[in-house]
């Protein structure tokens, strides 16, 4: 049996996470911990949850705990991060995984020490239309990648604004643009290397976070993809084209939390729909998760993963921020 704890009574919990757990063989949801008394016992009773609290040591002393899945903000994700390893638990991480590169590598760090499993929740790798785009990559059906197109650009309803306003781990950028740079460095097997980036604010007012962006970003084999971010728009579908010099993969709503989309390859004859045999995302992660437990493979995304992520993302930031193109730093 796998005993989860989770740290964060939240809104991707309930939606997505405690089904992607209870979905796997014998794993089960022992406890919840929020900061609020009541907010614990409504969300335990509400899914099921056997047992609450509020005090993070209760929930890592349990023996009955053996992971746990941190969903609060992101400038609480560290140092839950490193209780959690120093307690033997091994640790499904929201991204962003922390606020800064160091703290990132703090965790990374704390995890390998304690000879836990990090994992970093960047859930559209595990879609079944990424798998197969990157089995086109591998397999050279168009040639060289030479530019990418991403779309992800959406509409944050208002009961999902809360922290992401206004809160230094909100923003588009560190909350969703950083999925699409995970992404793309799972398609590709290449890592950034440098960007550059301008940022809008139309539905957050003066002061929040940034909530629309246009990135481009250089990998380190010559390609270039141009990545539009925003919660500010309603009708923008998400997806992805990748362009040679004679092809190229058109992927249209991919940029999902479901298990949607489809994927087409394209060439001088015309469009061809490649079949996709489509799997929740989050179920395909805790089973990688759970068969990392088990030694037999990685996370779908590891530690290092949510760190190379976090670094690019926050290179955008800054960027924008400087009107500079900024060199990825990460380290
Ligand atoms: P929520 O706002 O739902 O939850 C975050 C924290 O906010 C919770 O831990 C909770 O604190 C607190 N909170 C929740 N509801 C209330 C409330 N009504 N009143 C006061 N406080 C409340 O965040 P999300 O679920 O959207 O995001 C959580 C994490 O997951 C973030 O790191 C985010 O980036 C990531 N995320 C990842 C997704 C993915 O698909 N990979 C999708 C969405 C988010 P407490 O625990 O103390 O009760």
Redesign the pocket.
Same mark, same amino acid.
């Given at each position: 049996t796998v005993g989860w704890g989770l740290?964060?009574?939240?809104?991707? *919990?309930?939606?997505?996470i405690i089904d992607a757990i209870r979905a796997q063989p014998d794993n089960e949801i022992v406890t919840v911990?929020?900061?609020?008394n009541d907010? *614990?016992a409504n969300?335990a009773a509400e899914n099921n949850i056997p047992h609450h609290c509020t005090q993070l040591e209760a929930l890592l002393s349990d023996d009955r705990i053996d992971a746990v899945y941190i969903?609060?903000?992101?400038e609480?994700?560290k140092q839950q991060a490193l209780a959690a390893a120093a307690a033997g638990k091994h640790i499904l991480c929201?991204?962003?995984l922390a606020l800064s590169l160091n703290d990132a590598r703090d965790m990374i760090d704390a995890c390998r020490r304690a000879g836990v499993i990090m994992a970093t929740?960047?859930?559209l790798r595990n879609a079944a239309t990424h798998h197969e785009i990157r089995r086109m990559l591998r397999d050279n059906v168009i040639g060289k990648p030479l530019f990418i197109r991403v779309f992800h650009a959406n509409y944050l309803p208002p009961h999902?604004q809360?922290?992401?306003v206004n809160n230094a781990?909100g923003g588009v950028i560190?909350?969703s643009t950083i999925?699409d740079i995970d992404t793309l460095r799972f398609l590709l097997d290449a890592e950034p290397v440098s960007v550059t980036a301008m940022t809008q604010s139309a539905l957050f007012t003066a002061g929040d976070q940034e909530d629309g962006v246009m990135a481009i970003v250089r990998f380190d084999n010559g390609a270039i993809a141009q990545i539009h971010g925003a919660y500010s728009v309603k009708v923008a579908p998400g997806g992805i084209e990748i362009y040679s010099t004679d092809k190229a993969i058109v992927a249209r709503n991919v940029m999902s939390?479901r298990a949607i989309g489809q994927v087409f390859l394209r060439d001088a004859e015309g469009e061809h729909e490649i079949p996709i045999v489509h799997e929740n995302l989050?179920h395909r992660a805790l089973r990688a998760f759970n068969k990392a437990l088990r030694k037999e493979g990685e996370p779908a995304a590891t530690g290092e993963d949510g760190l190379r992520s976090l670094a690019v993302a926050l290179a955008i930031k800054e960027a924008a921020q400087t009107g500079c193109q900024r060199e990825v730093q990460y380290a």
């Open positions: 740290i964060g009574a939240s809104n991707v *919990a309930r939606e997505w911990l929020s900061s609020d907010r *614990a969300y969903s609060t903000t992101n609480l994700h929201e991204k962003p929740n960047h859930h999902l809360g922290w992401r781990g560190l909350d999925h939390q989050y």
